[in-house]
């Protein structure tokens, strides 16, 4: 089952917009990643924020994290047309039954027109 | 360094047959996760192997088996294959020591389809 949602499913921009994805997860949590896709390949992994974080900055990426509110953001500036992919957030725990396994949501499809 | 590598990359079944998918982690990671990936169910944890032991299961039928080896290098087996296991199937490596830092990196995935 699905830790939590994604919000948007969609979202289509142009070229040099900012694009703004959020998701929320349900339990409590250790790390929470974010992961890009493209066209069905394999993940690829854009920055991990642990639980005792509330932002973290990676090139044009900003991600923040609220455990109060169970939320996350990914916020992509200046966003370019190879930005087109979907974006998945996947938590995580540590030890116990949570070895090696994150959920993730269900993705946001960005779509960003040239 | 070299990343996580699947073979094959594609495959064509048909029901009954069973598959085996290879997973080779990047160089000193230790741990291997499965997941399955479809268009209804998204991305779902299958299972994970350290050190060639599976420490943790997700809710998948006994079909679904794995296996790691000693240089970390991990499979995955299906057996009766079903329609509905059509599916990207990915794996990710990592350290595998639990920690709040613990990055997993994805293979580029098999993608199998049962006819």
């Known amino acids: 089952s699905q830790q939590g949602e994604e919000d948007p499913q969609a979202l289509s921009i142009q070229e040099g917009e900012n694009a703004t994805m959020n998701c929320s997860y349900k339990?409590?949590?250790?790390?929470l990643q974010w992961y890009r896709q493209n066209s069905g390949r394999g993940l690829v992994h854009l920055i991990l924020i642990r639980s005792n974080e509330r932002e973290k900055h990676s090139g044009r990426l900003r991600v923040t994290l609220d455990t109060s509110k169970k939320s996350s953001s990914l916020l992509i500036t200046a966003s370019r047309a190879a930005d087109t992919a979907s974006y998945f957030c996947a938590t995580g725990n540590a030890g116990g039954t949570s070895y090696g396994k994150l959920t993730f949501g269900q993705g946001t499809i960005l779509t960003v027109h040239p | 360094k070299a990343g996580v590598t699947q073979t094959p990359r594609y495959l064509i079944k048909t029901r009954g047959q069973q598959v085996t998918l290879s997973c080779s982690p990047i160089?000193?990671?230790?741990?291997v996760s499965w997941y399955q990936q479809t268009p209804g169910q998204g991305l779902q944890f299958l299972f994970e192997?350290?050190?060639?032991?599976?420490?943790n299961k997700g809710n998948f039928p006994g079909r679904f088996s794995g296996r790691q080896f000693s240089n970390s290098r991990s499979e995955m087996n299906v057996s009766t294959l079903e329609l509905g296991d059509s599916a990207l199937y990915l794996c990710?490596?990592?350290f595998g020591q639990g920690t709040s830092t613990d990055t997993q990196y994805f293979g580029p995935g098999t993608r199998l389809t049962v006819l």
């Open positions: 160089s000193g990671h230790r741990s």
């Open positions: 192997y350290f050190s060639e032991t599976q420490r």
């Open positions: 990710a490596s990592s």
């Open positions: 339990t409590s949590i250790n790390n």
